[in-house]
């Protein structure tokens, strides 16, 4: 089975440039989280979305940031206009529904975004 | 954004050497989980804890749901070259509006054959 599926795997953009990270949950999921990774903040979530909505997106540094996901199938993550300071990796994942527990998160393979 | 408290932040160990780490957290959990996380990877899941108390294996790989539910443990034991990589726990309340995951600060394992 694939799993979660991000593209690219990496970016290297300008100051300035927009910028937007892809991905494809696993299917059948109806959570997607994304999270961004870097070695001085660890792993910290941005915004996740339920069958489709958002739900919690406390975490989105500023309004540079914007994330999207027009069906079950697919998300996306813009930044824009991108500045270095945005450099990190960022991750998606995905969950599947019925987890009364919660928990169980499963994660794509990252892009990793070098902003000059 | 919260974290919760790992340790340690790093470990060099010999092949075959038992490993453990642990977490703790001022909140409580419902759930605990332990991921793994290699070289230009996601995090992988190892383990998930769902019950204070809960024992639970996966191959050389032990985990524990502390009782207070604000701590875990995980332990691995003979340790080989292909455990190297950062170990994260992460906790999670449900039960509020969100079900968001609150990740620790990692453990970097060095394996030296």
């Known amino acids: 089975d694939a799993g979660v599926i991000q593209s690219p795997r990496h970016e290297v953009t300008e100051m300035g440039q927009e910028v937007t990270l892809r991905c494809k949950p696993i299917s059948g999921h109806n959570s997607l989280f994304w999270y961004r990774q870097t070695m001085m903040r660890g792993l910290e979530l941005l915004i996740y979305f339920n069958n489709n909505v958002p739900i919690d997106d406390s975490g989105m540094p500023e309004d540079r940031f914007s994330a999207k996901m027009p069906n079950a199938s697919f998300s996306t993550l813009k930044i824009q206009p991108s500045e270095p300071r945005d450099s990190a990796v960022y991750f998606c994942?995905?969950?599947?529904?019925?987890?009364?527990?919660?928990?169980?998160?499963?994660f794509g393979p990252g892009t990793r975004l070098t902003v000059l | 954004g919260q974290q919760l408290n790992q340790s340690p932040q790093s470990m060099f160990i010999q092949e075959g050497e038992d490993v453990s780490m642990n977490c703790t957290s001022s909140?409580?959990?419902?759930?605990w989980l332990w991921y793994k996380q290699d070289p230009g990877e996601g995090p992988v899941l190892l383990i998930a804890?769902?019950?204070?108390?809960e024992l639970t294996s996966n191959g050389r790989l032990t985990a524990q749901f502390g009782i207070t539910r604000k701590d875990s443990f995980l332990n691995i034991s003979a340790s080989i070259p292909s455990d190297v990589g950062i170990y994260f726990c992460?906790?999670?309340?449900?039960?509020?509006?969100?079900?968001?995951?609150?990740f620790g600060t990692g453990t970097l394992l060095a394996v030296q054959p």
């Open positions: 804890l769902y019950k204070a108390g």
């Open positions: 909140s409580i959990f419902n759930t």
């Open positions: 994942a995905s969950r599947p529904p019925g987890l009364a527990e919660g928990g169980e998160q499963f």
């Open positions: 992460a906790g999670q309340y449900y039960g509020g509006a969100t079900n968001k995951l609150i």
